[in-house]
């Protein structure tokens, strides 16, 4: 199973690509500079400037692609559509990170966690930003996507517990109530998926058991 992690410098992209070197799989970093992963291959090349010719040889390819400021935000679904418009066609796997923000709250699927009361005002322009990829990838039925969103609390620095649970569109809370899960899990949630393919075309998501 070959994987490319796109922006594998990240702090997601980083973590993906280790769990995928200690899984003893062949995993390549495309980085737009040095790059800073355990991945012994690379791909120094901006995301926006890759072809279908660079992303051939791969059976799957890790959109981590993350955006922080007013200016680079816009650029999250930009970046997913361009990899939807390099692998369309073809058999290679795209898999997103994603956001929580997007996931329904209720069982018909009218109201998502963005939509409430208590969601951070300042949160709310990355979280349209992730909800629009996904919107960009729903009709790409020449693309076998998946779309991974990780719980509310994404921890960049959280514990790897090994264990998660696997939840679908709506937002799953653990036994204690929470969403929450840490980096180093969503790695391992995204590496599982990799390996199975079990969610061709599907938005799923990963809390902390």
Known sequence: MKT??????GKAGRLIVKE????????TAVVRGENRSAAGKAIVKDLFDLTAEDLASFDAVVDAFGAWTPETIPQIPRATA?????LAGTDIRLLVVGG??????????????????DFPDAFKPLSAAHGEALKLLRPRN???????????????????TGEYILGGEELTLNSKGESV????????????????GSHIRERISVVRK
């Open 142 to 160: 020449d693309v076998k996507w998946t779309y991974l969103c990780p719980a509310g609390d994404f921890q960049a620095e959280g514990e790897r």
């Open 4 to 9: 490319a992690v796109i922006c594998a410098n």
């Open 20 to 27: 995928a070197m200690d899984r003893n799989l062949d995993v």
């Open 100 to 117: 929580a923000g997007s996931l329904y709250v209720n069982a018909e699927h009218t109201l998502c966690v963005e939509d409430g009361p």
């Open 82 to 86: 361009h990899l939807c418009d390099v």
């Open 181 to 196: 899960i840490s980096y180093a899990d969503y790695a391992i949630a995204m590496m599982d998926e990799i390996t199975s």
